[in-house]
């Protein structure tokens, strides 16, 4: 369910870029909604078509997204250098808490979602014990330093109060400092950025639900695939629950849509992560970690700050998108002794 909340925010945060270069799409009321469940499916049938089609597609969006993140970065030293007093003029008056921090944290954590996506393919990937972790580490440092500084120059040179509100914060950036022609090409590069990201999030929601169907936990339908190897049913239901999340959200505006939505997904993410960090402890307790020294004491420290993190951002996800989350977790506990009840019945007949 969190993968397909993902699929829904990301969707939001497309639309509400494509609304900077069509602003009727945010004046017209189902204009919005529209665009983003068709969004959904756009990329539910590219990905019908097979992990080649999907994957080619995710290659060329990968390089084209690139291109306004270097350009958020040479914006940013370009002002640096010629007018370092920019940078300290828009500095946010919100005096800093540890509410406002955790908030923004359980948010930040949004953008690294998924850094063990990378595992979930392992049957079709060469080389998986050697290209996997080499993906995810070096995936997720680069990642990381070109989020933070994509991130901190918008923030730090536009008004705390136009931020807040800001549909395409990017595009926004390059109106003030140069000019509307230079935020409109922004805004086309981010939307493809978004494009990459969804369709990479629809990839991982089928294959993720097809994983969890052969380990019993959804139901034997799910396992079906396409004539071209794709996960069909998968795909199709969690485009379907993607939609509803869409339809459920659009009551609020574009910005107030993806922060809820991207607060949610993240609360929803945190009991995996947490209870991971624990199970770590515990494996390097009992010395079960093959090639670890016992004296080594750099993995435990990480799943001991990780267990830290993961009960810092409940506390900043704030009681709203905790009782959603509580609610989807009750949705899926019937499901789940459901399927435990007829594995059960399967096994003594």
Known sequence: MSVCITNSTL??????????????IAATWYLAPALAITLIWVFVLINLRGLQTSGQVQLMTTILKLLPMLAVLVLGLYLL???????TAQLPRTPISLEASAAAGTIALFAMLGVESATIPAGKVVDPETTIPRATMFGTIITALIYIGVSA?????IPQAELTVSNAPFVDLFHRYLNADAGMWVALFVIISGLGALNGWTMIAGEMTVSMANHGVFPEFLKQQSARGAPAAALILTGILASIMIAMNYSRSLAQGFTFLSVMVTAANMPLYL???LGLLKLWYLRRLDGLSPSSVILPLGAVLASLYCLWVFY????ESMMWVLVLGAFSLPIFFFMQYWHKRQRSA
């Open 11 to 24: 969707a939001i945060g497309i639309v509400g870029y494509l609304s900077s270069l069509f602003p009727a």
């Open 81 to 87: 250098l010629a007018d370092p007093g920019v940078f």
């Open 153 to 157: 120059i918008p923030l730090l040179l």
């Open 275 to 277: 209870i991971a960090a």
């Open 316 to 319: 900043g996800v704030g009681a």
